[in-house]
């Protein structure tokens, strides 16, 4: 059974940095691909990131030059560091894991739904 769990949120000021990290148990046999995604209540799920099995990474244009994703295979996580944040990082943060390799070059919607596994969470604050 896969289960994929976030932490590292939390609230920090404009300009602050967080790292959240993303531990998917279970995805213990073939390669896998791992991804990021907020929601506000005010908007819909859009993608932050993505990784695929190979290790090609996908950015949104938004969090480019800030925001860096990075694994350690030996633990199954993922690392979003987040620099530089801004008011507008508000939301909660999703990690998503898949078996990979997944198509990561379509929109942000279609990205997410090559995803079955997703955590509960966590929430990001960035105060102005």
């Known amino acids: 059974q896969v289960q994929v769990v976030e932490s590292g949120g939390g609230l920090v000021q404009t300009g602050g940095s967080l790292r959240l990290s993303c531990t998917d148990s279970g995805l213990t046999f073939g390669d896998y691909a791992m991804a990021w995604f907020r929601k506000t209540p005010e908007k819909e799920r859009e993608g932050v990131v993505a990784i695929d099995s190979d290790g090609s990474t996908r950015y949104a244009d938004s969090v480019k030059g800030r925001f860096t994703i990075s694994q350690d295979n030996a633990k199954y996580t993922v690392y979003l560091q987040m620099n530089n944040l801004k008011p507008e990082d508000t939301a909660m943060y999703y990690c998503?894991?898949?078996?990979?390799?997944?198509?990561?070059?379509?929109?942000?919607?279609?990205?997410?739904?090559?995803?079955?596994?997703w955590g509960q969470g966590t929430q990001v604050t960035v105060s102005s």
């Open positions: 998503a894991a898949e078996f990979g390799p997944c198509t990561l070059n379509t929109g942000w919607g279609d990205v997410s739904r090559e995803f079955n596994y």
